[in-house]
Nanobody
Framework: QVQLVESGGGLVQTGGSLRLSCAASGRTFSRYTMGWFRQAPGKERDFIAT????????YYADPVKGRSTISTDNAKNAVYLQMNSLKLEDTAVYYC???????????????????WGQGTQVTVSS
């Protein structure tokens, strides 16, 4: 089983930036599609970004498109989410996720993913 651990969350002012990290145990990301989701209190878990197993294709949800970058480092078995120009609406628990899939079909639903991290809190303040 794949174990995912997020880090890098914290308190940041509007307009600031954060880079979230997700480290995987044991298994390489080479054949996994990776994703980031977030969940605010009382809200559903929403898709943020995904990157295919080869790292050649990325896709972002509209609320973060243009402000965020998802990337992977296979040598470190890690996936990252760089978020810039943070807004109050970005406040949420952020989760990384993985699924064993090496194709190019976009994976944007929580049900698409089999492995999840514990989440890291991002709080954006004025």
């Amino acid at each position: 089983q794949v174990q995912l651990v997020e880090s890098g969350g914290g308190l940041v002012q509007t307009g600031g930036s954060l880079r979230l990290s997700c480290a995987a145990s044991g298994r390489t990301f080479s054949r996994y599609t990776m994703g980031w989701f977030r969940q605010a209190p009382g809200k559903e878990r929403d898709f943020i970004a995904t990157i295919n197993s080869g790292g050649s294709r990325t896709y972002y949800a509209d609320p973060v498109k243009g402000r965020s970058t998802i990337s992977t480092d296979n040598a470190k078995n890690a996936v990252y989410l760089q978020m810039n120009s943070l807004k109050l609406e970005d406040t949420a628990v952020y989760y990384c996720a993985a699924v064993y899939y090496s194709g190019l079909i976009l994976k944007t639903r929580p049900s698409d993913y089999d492995y999840w991290g514990q989440g890291t809190q991002v709080t954006v303040s004025s």
